[in-house]
Every structure is written in C-alpha cells, then in structure tokens.
C-alpha cells in the first residue's frame, strides 16, 4: 500500500499564474476528493470524482478552477489566473467504492499566491 | 447540511494528564463522525470513526470517542498523553447514507500542545 501521493509539495507562483496539482490515488479506490485547507481552518470539499466522472463541485470552485480524472487514476486540478486567496494546503483523497468509504488523505500540496 | 463544532482551538495539557478533545455535530440525518490527526506540513491520519454499532470506539494511539445521539457530540479523549500527540486535530461528520458521495465536512482544528 503506498498511499496517496500529490504533486508537488510546495509550490510558489506569482499572481496570474496558471498552475496544476496531481493526486495519485491508492489504485484499487475508485472515489477521490479534493479538498482545500487555509491556515487556521478545517480542511474544505472542492469536488468529487467517482472513476473518471465528476459528481461533485462545491461552490468554492470557481471558473478559474478544473478538476480532471483521465481513465479514473490519476487527478489534476488546475487553477487559472491565480489570486492570493488561492494561497493554501490542497489535499486530496480517495476511498473504495464499497463499505464506509473511509478516506485516505495525501500529504497536500501548499500553494503560496506572491 | 452537516457542521461540525470543536468547542476550543487550543487545548494544553501535561505529560500523562487526560486529553478530551470535544466535537458537536449538526446533521438532518443519522452521520458518519471521524476524528482526524494532522502533524506540521502533512496530510490528515485517521485516527478513528463511528459508523453503526457500539457507540464508544477506539482508535489508534491509545484514542478513543464516544457518540452520544442525545448530545450530538463525538469527544476524543486519551486517558494519558505523551509529548508525541502534539498536533491538530479534526472532526468530520458525514451522511450515512443518501447521495453524499462521501464528502466531510470538518471542524475547524484544535491544536493540542503537550507540555513535559
């Protein structure tokens, strides 16, 4: 079991910016979440992906904000023309289709917006 | 909807004192709770969960929870800390059932310091 993995740790942009984040789930877990924490908060749901189809979105994510699943493994999520308010811990998850749906956190990608 | 309260953003306790973290949740349906560890500059560890069944749990590390439905709460508590349970720690509640997908919804964090 190797986890969750998300690439890359840190990143450091300047506003206006377009950048992408990987998630690699573990690879027998069909769901996989994306969530966005900011500092002194609880993590926050972005949007939800069951194979390769999106189900979810929250209204956090706005229009500069895409989330893809190719062939349910692998994640991006990419953020257009980025804001200082972009700046945060983006973490993802996923868990197996069946039973309580527990779900297994990566270590986050930190975005800082300059 | 679901929310999650955690009553205390920061908790200080001593080397072998008790810890009690506390959750109270809000949901319109019968939830799923969780409690969730999160050490500097990485992701969250579970460290336990309620789903059906008896209503005090344990977790890993000596953790342990107790859903009281009267209450709407999910305490953590440790009998006895150790330096190495200084960290943030998260409850989440989610539906059961329905068409949630699965997401959590968190509290916001208690940082919880250990002092020798």
């Known amino acids: 079991d190797t986890g969750v993995s998300q690439n890359p740790r840190h990143k450091i942009t300047k506003r206006g910016q377009n950048v992408t984040f990987r998630c690699d789930p573990i690879?027998?877990?069909?769901?996989l979440y994306w969530y966005r924490q900011t500092l002194g908060q609880g993590p926050e749901f972005l949007t939800y992906f069951q194979n390769e189809a999106q189900l979810e979105k929250s209204r956090l994510l706005s229009d500069r904000f895409s989330a893809e699943r190719p062939k349910g493994s692998f994640s991006t999520l990419e953020i257009q023309r980025t804001e200082q308010g972009d700046s945060a811990m983006y973490l993802c998850?996923?868990?197996?289709?069946?039973?309580?749906?527990?779900?297994?956190f990566g270590p986050g990608t930190r975005l800082t917006v300059t | 909807a679901q929310s999650v309260t955690q009553l205390g953003s920061h908790v200080s306790v001593s080397e072998g004192a008790l810890v009690l973290l506390r959750c109270n949740y809000s949901?319109?349906?019968?939830?799923?709770l969780f409690w969730y560890v999160q050490y500097p500059n990485q992701g969250l560890q579970l460290l336990l969960k309620?789903?059906?069944?008896?209503?005090l749990v344990k977790g890993i590390n000596g953790f342990e929870a107790e859903f009281k439905k009267s209450e709407t709460s999910f305490h953590l508590t440790k009998p006895s800390a150790h330096m190495s349970d200084a960290a943030e720690y998260f409850c989440?509640?989610?539906?059961?059932?329905?068409?949630?997908?699965?997401?959590?919804?968190f509290g916001q964090g208690t940082i919880l310091t250990v002092h020798p």
């Open positions: 998850a996923s868990s197996p289709g069946t039973g309580f749906l527990e779900q297994y």
């Open positions: 690879s027998e877990h069909n769901r």
């Open positions: 949901s319109s349906v019968p939830p799923y």
């Open positions: 989440a509640v989610r539906p059961a059932g329905g068409t949630s997908y699965g997401k959590l919804t």
């Open positions: 309620y789903t059906t069944g008896a209503t």
